[in-house]
């Protein structure tokens, strides 16, 4: 059985078009839907209702009575509760084209066959970014973003994820390490990257899968990456490049603190290393960067960390 994981809030305006997309995906295995809605103010509820009562066995609803704290504590919060033998995430506001549960479904399967299933697999693929209308923006989001998806080093994946939730199926194997909820993360998506880079493989398929919909109420939006444009921004608006940077080292306390006994002692000393970035001088900052690999994929980016991290 494959089990969707989908958190809702306030999510009246698209719900219904992603829930088609999913509930009507090509030749898709035997799955399940679990939407669950995080204390919505608009008629999001009533329409997983209905769903659930049109779809009785595809179909069930979650109705929160109290907030998740956010989008990345409500999918962490499913996840420690999901046992399905694999598991996708999906947002509210996307649209799955119609292969991609069968794709994804298959390719995990061929990795398991080559790992085995007791082998925690993360796999994710590339999305369209589109306008609040599903006008294209961009072909390929890892084009756009200038994503990597081939870093999936610790060392990598701790100062910058290339994993979307909305594009992961995930193992049973891997579904054992999210019992445990971080009290600090960047998001969901990276916490889950972070984990499966420590423990397990990360797979991608290279190909558009959804359409990832840009509007005003994302929780986290694309836009085109390395531009003189965001470069300025990103300078001027100071405070969240440091609320980023402590949620960074923050997540990567709570790694050590969940799984530091788990961990492979190269694994346990690379995130040592990385925290010690937090007490360290600009010239040894930047040492440490480079020694163990604290890069990320452009010189711009890299560049810029060395400066404000």
Same mark, same amino acid.
């Given at each position: 059985?494959?089990?969707?994981?989908?958190?809702?809030?306030?999510?009246?305006?698209?719900?219904?078009?992603?829930?088609?997309?999913?509930?009507?995906?090509?030749?898709?295995?035997?799955?399940?839907?679990?939407?669950?809605?995080?204390?919505?103010?608009?008629?999001?509820?009533?329409?997983?209702?209905?769903?659930?009562?049109?779809?009785?066995?595809?179909?069930?609803?979650? /109705? !929160?009575?109290?907030? *998740?704290?956010?989008?990345?504590?409500?999918?962490?919060?499913? %996840?420690? $509760?999901?046992?399905? @033998?694999?598991?996708?995430?999906?947002?509210?506001?996307?649209?799955?084209?119609?292969?991609?549960?069968?794709?994804?479904?298959?390719?995990?399967?061929?990795?398991?066959?080559?790992?085995?299933?007791?082998?925690?697999?993360?796999?994710?693929?590339?999305?369209?970014?589109?306008?609040?209308?599903?006008?294209?923006?961009?072909?390929?989001?890892?084009?756009?973003?200038?994503?990597?998806?081939?870093?999936?080093?610790?060392?990598?994946?701790?100062?910058?994820?290339?994993?979307?939730?909305?594009?992961?199926?995930?193992?049973?194997?891997?579904?054992?390490?999210?019992?445990?909820?971080?009290?600090?993360?960047?998001?969901?998506?990276?916490?889950?990257?972070?984990?499966?880079?420590?423990?397990?493989?990360?797979?991608?398929?290279?190909?558009?899968?959804?359409? /990832? !919909?840009?509007?005003? *109420?994302?929780?986290?939006?694309?836009?085109?990456?390395?531009? %003189?444009? $965001?470069?300025?921004? @990103?300078?001027?608006?100071?405070?969240?490049?440091?609320?980023?940077?402590?949620?960074?080292?923050?997540?990567?306390?709570?790694?050590?603190?969940?799984?530091?006994?788990?961990?492979?002692?190269?694994?346990?000393?690379?995130?040592?290393?990385?925290?010690?970035?937090?007490?360290?001088?600009?010239?040894?900052?930047?040492?440490?960067?480079?020694?163990?690999?604290?890069?990320?994929?452009?010189?711009?980016?890299?560049?810029?960390?060395?400066?404000?991290?």
């Amino acid at each position: 059985m494959l089990t969707v994981l989908m958190a809702v809030y306030n999510g009246e305006k698209y719900l219904r078009e992603q829930l088609d997309s999913i509930l009507y995906q090509e030749n898709p295995p035997e799955f399940q839907v679990i939407v669950s809605d995080d204390c919505s103010g608009d008629g999001s509820r009533q329409i997983i209702r209905k769903y659930e009562q049109k779809y009785p066995k595809l179909v069930k609803g979650i /109705y !929160r009575e109290k907030p *998740s704290g956010g989008a990345e504590h409500h999918f962490l919060q499913l %996840l420690s $509760e999901a046992d399905g @033998r694999y598991v996708m995430l999906s947002d509210q506001d996307d649209v799955w084209l119609p292969e991609k549960m069968r794709l994804l479904y298959n390719e995990i399967q061929k990795m398991e066959e080559k790992w085995g299933d007791h082998m925690p697999i993360l796999l994710h693929s590339d999305m369209e970014v589109v306008d609040e209308d599903k006008n294209r923006i961009a072909d390929s989001y890892f084009s756009y973003q200038k994503i990597s998806p081939e870093r999936t080093k610790l060392c990598q994946e701790l100062v910058q994820n290339n994993v979307t939730g909305g594009a992961v199926i995930m193992n049973q194997a891997m579904l054992s390490y999210f019992k445990q909820i971080p009290s600090v993360c960047l998001m969901h998506d990276s916490w889950i990257a972070l984990v499966a880079a420590c423990f397990g493989k990360i797979g991608c398929m290279n190909r558009p899968l959804y359409l /990832y !919909r840009q509007h005003g *109420s994302n929780s986290l939006g694309a836009r085109k990456a390395d531009t %003189l444009e $965001e470069g300025i921004e @990103r300078i001027a608006d100071g405070g969240k490049a440091r609320e980023n940077y402590r949620r960074m080292f923050g997540q990567a306390k709570c790694l050590l603190q969940i799984y530091g006994r788990q961990m492979k002692e190269s694994d346990r000393k690379t995130v040592e290393a990385f925290l010690s970035l937090q007490n360290s001088g600009r010239l040894r900052k930047i040492k440490i960067m480079l020694s163990y690999g604290f890069t990320k994929n452009t010189w711009f980016r890299t560049l810029g960390q060395m400066m404000f991290m």
